[in-house]
């Protein structure tokens, strides 16, 4: 069919005027406010080098939820304890997807993940199996002598160290070597009933080493992030990394799993009671029958997480208590005399015992709020199209909820930069998920699964720190001068590994 020049001439007219009215026809979308951005790119460059301080700086000028266009993703952030409190309570279901970094695609990790899973019947299941499999109350109270064995190990193991250091010890030690070796042989001992790092240990450096590659990779800005066409090529070689070293991690958690295969197999189950990873393997299957099962592969995935979130998430927290308390020499002798006087100069220290302790809850939660372990929480997801404060919040849009500006809003917060921890005495503000100006473990369906677990390590750690030994800072420090600057990634460590003194207290 040929059109003469005046049917194209028409055509011509009519088709922008028929394209604008059905634009006009269109509900009008009202998002939230949006500092300027950069074509293509938007505003990605505004997150690094750290992420959490550069939203929050947005709070000022922009109010307390920020639009981004970070790449062609769509991004909110959620900046107030007010505005929290509206999320978690009033749309926490439509946002309870997750947006699963690149990085940790490797190997199917997000197929099955809890941490990163996508929203639906198998994390509910996986869900429902880690609390009351592992950290319910109940399996938690029960494992308390396990902590106290690591705890009094590490203890152990710092003696040494200053004894084998002797000469050079006004150097310091390394304490988040240390805390990292407490956190993650806890963890060890909850999954797999056993110590992965000792001089005995032969899996256990290996899979240390490699998780902590793991780490580095994913806390790596990543630009196939935000622009999914540039995926299949891996532009950073971040998924390449990853691959590798998640590999190596994978392979050694796979060896746990067969080992206690093998063992239930021959009937040689010795352990008093079952652990996580007995209760995990109970549960595995392909699901094709009854109600989901979790795969042998995924149960490699679910150790590997509690590792992630267990070990690293709680050591760079006891980090930062004893960094805050080694700059505020009241607070630490505050903390101290009260360990003394409940357990006794010459006591016995018990996990049980920190429940009488004010103070030191009061120094865990002011840490917390200052240096949440994740400052930017997991992303989450929009499930649907959702209207939240007024805006229009589209399908697929990723949103961070910035627990590290909340736990500095000053309409939640009286003098919010300082380091307090007498606000908490006294108050019954906690960060267990119902009040929004404290964080740190998020809320709702999607909040970190381990809180209890983590309530208790971070006050037993603490508490055996302190009551056995004064502290002072290496290499030349003083409370004035040391470095309290951060390392960015998903977890927030301390830029440079805090170097200590520790000297046994006498009687």
């Known amino acids: 069919m040929e059109y003469s020049p005046v049917s194209l001439l028409w055509l011509g007219l009519l088709l922008p005027a ?15 406010p949006q500092p300027p951005a950069w074509p293509v790119i938007g505003n990605i460059l505004d997150l690094w080098p750290a992420p959490h301080r550069n939203l929050h700086s947005f709070r000022a000028e922009h109010g307390p939820v920020t639009w981004l266009k970070l790449g062609s993703l769509n991004t909110m952030v959620i900046q107030s304890a007010q505005a929290a409190a509206e999320f978690f309570k009033g749309h926490d279901l439509a946002f309870a997807d997750r947006k699963c970094p690149h990085a940790l695609t490797a190997l199917g990790y997000d197929q099955g993940s809890l941490a990163f899973g996508r929203y639906g019947s198998y994390w509910r299941v996986l869900r429902r199996l880690c609390s009351a499999e592992l950290l319910v109350n109940k399996r938690i109270n029960e494992t ?31 304490l ?75 392979k050694i958690a796979e060896g746990f799993v067969k080992e206690r295969l093998e063992e239930r197999k021959l009937g040689g189950e010795t352990r008093a009671t079952k652990d996580f990873l ?35 998430s709680t050591s760079s927290t006891i980090e930062w208590m004893m960094a805050e308390l080694l700059r505020q020499p009241e607070s630490m002798k505050k903390a101290k005399d009260e360990l003394d006087q409940v357990v006794g100069l010459n006591g016995k220290l018990e996990e049980s015992g920190t429940e009488k302790m004010p ?31 007024g805006f229009d919040i589209p399908k697929d849009t990723m949103v961070y909820v910035n627990a590290w500006g909340i736990g500095r809003d000053p309409d939640a917060w009286e003098d919010p930069l300082a380091f307090k921890p007498e606000r ?29 677990l983590a309530h208790r390590v ?27 600057r951060e390392r960015s990634g998903i977890t927030l460590r301390m830029l440079h590994p805090l170097k200590v003194i520790p000297k046994k207290r006498s009687a």
Request: net charge negative; aromatic share 10%; charged share 25%.
């Open 144 to 174: 308390a002598h396990l902590r106290q064995k690591c705890a009094d190990s590490v203890i152990a193991y710092v003696e040494e160290e200053v004894a084998a250091k002797r000469a050079t010890i006004e150097q310091g030690i390394d």
């Open 458 to 484: 971070l006050h037993l750690a603490l508490a055996s720190l302190l009551y056995r030994f004064d502290w002072e800072l290496g290499s030349g420090l003083t409370p004035e001068t040391l470095d309290m």
């Open 278 to 312: 007995d209760a995990m393997l109970d549960y595995e299957g392909d699901g094709k029958e009854g109600p989901p099962k979790i795969s042998l592969q995924n149960v490699n995935v679910i150790i590997l997480e509690m590792f992630f979130a267990g070990a690293e």
């Open 424 to 452: 908490f005495l006294g108050s019954n503000i906690d960060y267990k998920g119902q009040n929004f100006e404290l964080i740190p473990f998020g809320s709702g369906r999607r909040m970190c699964v381990g809180l209890s």
């Open 18 to 32: 028929f394209l604008a009215f059905l634009l006009s026809r269109r509900k009008p979308t009202k998002l939230p």
């Open 359 to 389: 103070f030191l809850q009061a120094v865990v939660k002011e840490t917390l709020r200052l240096h949440p372990p994740v400052p930017l929480l997991l992303p989450r997801n929009t499930l649907k199209e959702t209207n939240f404060m």
């Open 176 to 250: 988040s070597h240390f805390l990292f070796l407490l956190t993650f042989n806890v963890m060890g001992n909850m999954v797999l009933s056993r110590d992965l790092l000792d001089p005995q240990s032969k899996d256990g450096p290996e899979f240390f080493d490699a998780m902590n590659r793991v780490m580095e990779w994913a806390g790596k800005p990543n630009v196939s992030d935000f622009t999914p066409w540039l995926r299949w090529w891996d532009p950073q070689g971040i998924k390449a990394g990853m691959t590798k070293d998640m590999g190596r991690a994978m």
